[in-house]
């Protein structure tokens, strides 16, 4: 029997769509990897994987409703039930989320509710936290709400820079986001 399908929608490196693709027995086909930045690394992880991607420019469309639309005809054609976003650093609007209703989950680097939005490994350790870690969560339209599925705590060491804090991080993000996985799709 064939597996459900699923998109990575990513914007920057693409470490996270990596582990999700090297992790054994995943129970989905990640069919496309979605990127809205032309130029992104993750980009080229995908050609070497053999992922099909889809790179858009937003800023050559109207409107975000727009190049949702594309989206949404383009993920709807290849018959994706999931989407997975991994460092996508957009808000989804309602036409994604309208289409994809419970099915789009997203991966943030702290203790949601604690530290939404961008950089929030630096904003957590700007903070002087002593624990932050990794969140991961089913999307509604705000920035990093939605409910929770996992987190997993990440402790600040004494003598952690930005840099050592994000690595660890990162390595909770590529075991936690697979299992996750594993665990919501049917
Ligand atoms: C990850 O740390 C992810 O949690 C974060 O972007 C990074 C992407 O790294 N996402 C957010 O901050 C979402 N608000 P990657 O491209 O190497 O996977």
């Known amino acids: 029997?064939?597996?459900?399908?699923?998109?990575?929608?990513?914007?920057?490196?693409?470490?996270n769509f990596?582990?999700?693709m090297e992790s054994s027995n995943l129970p989905c086909e990640i069919s496309l990897l979605v990127c809205d930045r032309p130029g992104a690394s993750v980009i080229e992880k995908a050609d070497k994987l053999g992922v099909p991607t889809y790179v858009f420019n937003p800023k050559?469309?109207?409107?975000?409703?727009?190049?949702?639309?594309?989206?949404?005809?383009?993920?709807?054609?290849?018959?994706?039930?999931?989407i997975f976003l991994a460092g996508y650093m957009r808000i989804?609007?309602?036409?994604?989320?309208n289409a994809f209703e419970g099915k789009i989950v997203n991966i943030h680097p702290s203790l949601l509710p604690d530290f939404p939005g961008k950089d929030a490994i630096g904003q957590a350790y700007k903070a002087g936290v002593k624990k932050?870690?990794?969140?991961?969560?089913?999307?509604?339209?705000g920035i990093d709400t939605g409910p929770i599925i996992a987190q997993e705590s990440v402790e600040v060491l004494e003598n952690d820079t930005e840099e050592t804090l994000k690595k660890r991080i990162q390595q909770v993000e590529h075991q936690l986001y697979p299992k996750v996985i594993q665990q919501i799709v049917k």
């Open 18 to 20: 990596q582990s999700i």
């Open 60 to 82: 050559e469309y109207g409107s975000k409703q727009e190049f949702e639309g594309t989206l949404v005809s383009k993920l709807q054609d290849l018959n994706v039930s999931w």
């Open 132 to 141: 932050t870690g990794v969140t991961v969560h089913y999307i509604d339209a």
């Open 1 to 15: 029997m064939s597996k459900v399908k699923a998109a990575v929608f990513a914007s920057g490196a693409g470490s």
């Open 92 to 97: 989804v609007g309602p036409t994604l989320l």
